[in-house]
T-cell receptor, first 113, second 114 residues
Framework: KAGVTQTPRYLIKTRGQQVTLSCSPI?????VSWYQQTPGQGLQFLFE???????NKGNFPGRFSGRQFSNSRSEMNVSTLELGDSALYLC????????????FGQGTRLTVV | GENVEQHPSTLSVQEGDSAVIKCTYS??????FPWYKQELGKRPQLIID?????GEKKDQRIAVTLNKTAKHFSLHITETQPEDSAVYFC?????????????FGGGTRVLVKP
């Protein structure tokens, strides 16, 4: 069974640009969550999608957005990039809701210069 | 919202010794507490979890205890081995139908010295 796949693995962008990250969950998993990991702030929740609907949202500005497709694949978009957006972005998939194990992808390392 | 504090931030132990990591949470409604291990350059992986209707759970050399009254939970690793060296994260959430959101502690970097 394939694990959670995130693409691309690495990205370098310039301030002001926008970026789209992709996450393919484990087959059969309908919940996809996104997290930002930085040395200073640790792992912070961005949002969660279930059956193409955003169910939960963290405390990030509106520049961060996401969506989920009918095949459960998810994308997150960051517009008007800032230097502080440099981080490892992790997605996690789980079967349904909470209390079921969340499996993380390898992450996308975003560097904003 | 939920807030999770984790201590210590770094922990160095001799191989064979025990390691203990402690977390406190703020939301008394939280009822699911997973622990993740993240090795350098790799993804976080669930190593053990506990629900609020259980006070302790054990899986081989790792165990987790939960004190709901005090709102804290701990990870215990016995007979540590060099491969236990990693960053460990605790997390908390309230299982509910309307969402899947983990609040993580700041992480503990564990170094097991051979």
């Amino acid at each position: 069974k394939a694990g959670v796949t995130q693409t691309p693995r690495y990205l370098i962008k310039t301030r002001g640009q926008q970026v789209t990250l992709s996450c393919s969950p484990i087959s059969g998993h309908r919940s996809v969550s996104w997290y930002q990991q930085t040395p200073g702030q640790g792992l912070q929740f961005l949002f969660e999608y279930f059956s193409e609907t955003q169910r939960n949202k963290g405390n990030f500005p509106g520049r961060f957005s996401g969506r989920q497709f009918s095949n459960s694949r998810s994308e997150m978009n960051v517009s008007t990039l800032e230097l502080g957006d440099s981080a490892l972005y992790l997605c996690a998939s789980s079967l349904a809701g909470m209390g079921t194990e969340a499996f993380f992808g390898q992450g996308t390392r975003l560097t904003v210069v | 919202g939920e807030n999770v504090e984790q201590h210590p931030s770094t922990l160095s132990v001799q191989e064979g010794d025990s390691a203990v990591i402690k977390c406190t949470y703020s939301d008394s409604a939280s009822n699911y507490f997973p622990w993740y291990k993240q090795e350098l350059g790799k993804r976080p992986q669930l190593i053990i979890d506990i629900r609020s209707n259980v006070g302790e759970k054990k899986d081989q050399r790792i165990a987790v205890t939960l004190n709901k009254t005090a709102k804290h939970f701990s990870l215990h690793i016995t007979e540590t081995q060099p491969e236990d060296s990693a960053v460990y994260f605790c997390a908390a959430t309230h299982i509910k139908a309307a969402g899947n959101k983990l609040t993580f502690g700041g992480g503990t970097r564990v170094l097991v010295k051979p």
